[in-house]
């Protein structure tokens, strides 16, 4: 009996999957791509919870939560992608790169990097920009995108050099 409730997270996998299912039906009913969003990061937190259910390894949460925020924004980009909506790719750019963000400062502890890598926020705004520029091929999208890598740019720069003659 108690094997078997160490197998208690699967009701929170299922859940996860019955969330992400409906998504796949995005193509042919496009509001259901919005299913991804929710569904994905449920099916994550499943899947992390009973991988430490099944060790005992509940350490793991100490790195794993920045999988949640990867989670939400593959969430995004598959809810994009099944609803044919380019806008999401800004905040799936947005989410994805301060999760990035996240999961090397759990992992090397450098959580004051955030000081000098601050620009990347000009940079996941800018990304996600360029995306719905190129996909609706507007131009107006497209400069702005430019405008904001190029502050994102200068600002690594500035970055850089300030921590380097500091």
Known sequence: ATKAWKLWPMIIVLAGVGLTFPGFLGFVHRGFGAFFIAGIP???????????SMTGYWEVWAVAWTLEILALALGFIMAAIFMRVPGLAIPAFIIGINGLMFIFCAVTGLWQSWAILWPIE?????????????????????????????IAGGGFFISTFISVFN
């Open 122 to 150: 000009f940079l996941a705004v800018g990304l996600g920009l360029l995306v719905l520029g190129m996909a609706n091929q507007s131009a107006g999208v497209k400069t702005a995108a430019s405008v904001l890598l190029t």
């Open 42 to 52: 449920v099916l994550t937190t499943g899947a992390i919870l009973l991988y430490a």
